[in-house]
């Protein structure tokens, strides 16, 4: 068996760890059998048809700018992949560019892709620290914050959690990320899959249904991301 991660734009989006999302993936695979194949997709390539897992990172407004034309060119391509179920997990800025547009401070509006129904504006001071959620989906989840984008969600939008602690979209309304078929989009960097495996236990899962393969995951020992969690959890704001 073999997954193949797309990782998008990983030198202009990859900030804060976010990289360490991509070595939870592989890991988790590798050590239950699975061959992971990492496709890295930077601005003027193609991204090709045989992926199983999108991944996506933070990175500054500049980087966004750069990777804007590339990501609105191909994002038919992602939009039908994810309404298809393909397992998705975005990041910070990538986050923000699968809602419809990020507006800067000085108004400048960066066109995103219209996959999850959200729009961010940059705010002058930024949403910085430990940050802890309760998801419907995943439980607790621990991860750490630092952007001045204010995400809102449309009311048919699903959040991925709500605040137990930290800011989240946009640091008033209580929500955090936003969940949509088998897409996750959040602020947590840290990076979150190594503190939370049950969310890189669920892309692997989702890829492997989609290639037709129902099978339970082997049971992993992750006494050490359940302690990386709980300290995580423990630390102020």
């Known amino acids: 068996m073999t997954i193949n991660i797309l990782h998008l734009y990983p030198k202009e989006m990859n900030l804060y760890g976010d990289h360490g999302n991509i070595l939870a993936l592989v890991r988790r695979c590798e050590w239950r059998g699975i061959k992971a ?111 001045s984008g204010l995400t809102t969600l449309d009311n048919s939008a699903e959040c991925l959690g709500k605040i137990i602690s930290g800011s989240g979209n946009n640091g008033q309304d209580e929500t955090e990320g936003c969940f949509y078929k088998n897409c996750i989009g959040t602020y947590l960097h840290g990076p979150i899959l190594p503190k939370n495996p049950q969310i890189a236990d669920f892309l692997i899962k989702k890829a492997l249904e989609r290639q037709g393969k129902k099978i339970e995951l082997k049971k992993l020992d992750d006494h050490e991301e359940e302690q990386a969690h709980r300290s995580a959890v423990s630390r102020p704001r």
């Open 37 to 147: 194949k990492v496709i890295a997709h930077e601005a003027g390539g193609n991204i090709p048809n045989n992926v199983d897992i999108i991944f996506g990172g933070g990175g500054q407004d500049s980087g966004q700018n750069k990777i804007e034309a590339d990501l609105i060119k191909n994002a038919p391509k992602l939009k039908k992949l994810i309404d298809d179920g393909m397992p998705c997990l975005v990041i910070c800025g990538l986050y923000q560019l699968f809602g419809r547009s990020f507006t800067t401070t000085d108004g400048h509006e960066i066109k995103g892709t219209g996959i999850l129904n959200l729009e961010t504006h940059a705010n002058t001071g930024r949403l910085i620290g430990n940050i802890t959620i309760q998801s419907p989906q995943f439980g607790e989840v621990v991860g750490y914050e630092n952007h």
